[in-house]
């Protein structure tokens, strides 16, 4: 069965600083793996995603992740927080059934950004 | 990213009644759609997928009764929550579903239920 894994319910950075969320993912199949944003009452957005080719994928708001096979990890990461990065993150990985799809979503990591 | 609406953004109803949402794909034709519902500081739910034109598939333990879904076109799909009762006060979100192949969702705005 395939499920994801956010290590972290909470971050706090402070601004200008690294930002790292991890995400695992446990799955039978090469993956497809996505990180959504989601700030207060709003719905989800799309921030970048895996689905085979490059490893390392270059997402919206500077944010990227690097698919590791061999970690079972595709972490996200920005090199410089901002304040606007304060949000939900939510790591999701596809999973297919009968010619349709589906994504678990993980947990969710609220990230804090600390002037 | 494409564009996906809902309709009311929120709703205050009475016990017993029937409020229907809307979920709007408005720059491509999708031919899956998805309701979650998301609890207060937790993740999202996925209540179950609809296929345009067919019937929609419930996760398990979902009352397929009491959440109806519509999917009556490739650009709307219809969740009416049928007997509302305060337990079932929550943000409801949508999603449409991307190019086969991409399996890309692309998420509505939400709508937050309040039932009294």
């Known amino acids: 069965a395939q499920s994801v894994t956010q290590l972290g319910s909470h971050v706090s950075v402070s601004e200008g600083a690294l930002v790292l969320l991890r995400c695992n993912y446990s799955s039978s199949v090469p993956p497809y793996l996505f990180w959504y944003v989601q700030y207060p009452n709003q719905g989800l957005q799309l921030l970048l995603k895996y689905t085979s080719a490059a490893t390392l994928v270059k997402g919206i708001n500077g944010f990227e992740a690097e698919f590791k096979k061999s970690e079972t990890s595709f972490h996200l990461t920005k090199p410089s927080a901002h304040m606007s990065d304060a949000a939900e993150y939510f790591c999701a990985v596809s999973v297919r059934t009968s010619g349709t799809y589906k994504y678990i979503f993980g947990t969710g990591t609220r990230l804090k950004v600390l002037a | 990213g494409a564009v996906v609406s809902q309709h009311p953004s929120r709703v205050i109803c009475k016990s017993g009644t029937s409020v229907k949402i809307e979920c709007r794909s408005l720059d491509f034709q999708a031919t899956t759609m998805f309701w979650y519902r998301q609890f207060p500081k937790q993740s999202l739910m996925l209540m179950a997928t609809s296929n345009e034109g067919s019937k929609a598939t419930y996760e398990q333990g979902v009352e397929k009764d009491k959440f109806l879904i519509n999917h009556a076109s490739l650009t709307l799909s219809t969740l009416t929550v049928t007997s509302a009762h305060p337990e079932d006060s929550s943000f409801y979100i949508c999603?449409?579903?991307?190019?086969?192949?991409?399996?890309?969702?692309?998420f509505g705005p939400g709508t937050r239920l309040t039932v009294l």
């Open positions: 999603s449409a579903g991307g190019a086969v192949g991409t399996d890309t969702q692309y």
